[in-house]
């Protein structure tokens, strides 16, 4: 499948994009929005096999992360949410797609999403919401809830070294992968793909520990807060809901959207946690294609 690269130039820096396809296809074009904060497209870029039924696939780096502009220095009073819903307006203007666009948004990503569709822009067509969360205080009180089942070994580690201060000790970070292999990606060893966005963060935290905190277990950033279920009946668009049976993103952090969007259906992958595109890879991807040509 073809695809092209490039920039897009912002007041902060610039950001890196690939198209997949044809942005002239018959079919909507879909722009995924990866998680994080913090992260990169590398672990989302299975989407990209989408472009075989017809429609062009957007990925890109959100600003301070992968290939786009690194800009540590900067604080919590930059790194928001109207930060990135700037950048993505940017982006679908720069494409020429602004009137005619879907956009997949997986965890933070799909937070952002639900961020940009209450806004009811006029271009925006359909949604996917893959393992989000509608409010980081019940995804903190679910990850917890989570991690007390967890092996009593594990559990010890996780504690002990958070109350030494020592949560970057390699005990801590078995632990952590521990956690990591039951509820974010059951793919053992760990994808490629998947590894590269681990490794782009831990080379580069600025955004995740700004936005999130140190840990999945501790949101302390500036979105500890964050919330959008009294406003998710603003989303007038067909939205779809992805989420693994094992995910982090519980049934209990994902049940507003269902609840507060007026069109919106859901699916849970039986053998998947945080990622069925890479855990159920074909049955995710086979569910996204026919939503968006359904909807």
């Known amino acids: 499948m073809n695809f092209t690269e490039g920039y897009v130039e912002g007041p902060h820096g610039r950001t890196w994009y690939r198209v997949t396809g044809d942005l002239g296809a018959a079919k909507t074009p879909l722009v995924i929005l990866h998680g994080g904060p913090g992260c990169t497209h590398d672990y989302v870029d299975s989407f990209k096999d989408l472009a075989a039924t017809g429609r062009a696939v957007v990925h890109y ?35 020429g797609i602004a009137d005619s666009y879907d956009v997949l948004g997986q965890s933070w990503g799909g937070m952002l999403g639900a961020e940009h569709a209450v806004r009811q822009p006029k271009g925006l067509r359909r949604l996917v919401i893959a393992n989000s969360p509608a409010s980081l205080k019940t995804w903190v009180e679910e990850a917890n809830r989570l991690r007390r089942d967890m092996p009593q070994d594990v559990q010890d580690a996780l504690t002990r070294n958070e109350d030494a201060g020592t949560i970057d000790s390699p005990e801590y970070l078995a632990a952590s992968d521990a956690f990591y ?13 998947v590894k590269r966005t681990f490794d782009a963060i831990a080379e580069d935290p600025t955004v995740y520990h700004t936005m999130n905190g140190p840990t999945e277990f501790h949101v302390i950033g500036t979105m500890k807060d964050w919330t959008i279920e009294s406003r998710l009946h603003q989303i007038i668009v067909p939205t779809f809901l992805i989420s693994g049976r094992h995910d982090e993103a519980t049934p209990l952090c994902v049940q507003p959207y269902a609840d507060f969007i007026p069109d919106v259906r859901w699916t849970i992958f039986e053998n998947s946690s945080h990622m069925p595109h890479v855990e159920e890879k074909e049955a995710c991807l086979a569910a996204v294609a026919a939503f968006l040509d359904a909807a």
């Open 181 to 193: 292999a039951r509820h974010v990606c059951r793919v053992v060893p760990m994808p490629p793909e």
């Open 61 to 95: 780096d959100q600003l301070g992360n992968g290939r786009s502009t690194h800009l540590p220095e900067k604080g919590g009073d930059f790194w928001t949410v109207d930060l990135f819903l700037g950048e993505l307006n940017r982006l679908v203007t720069h494409l």
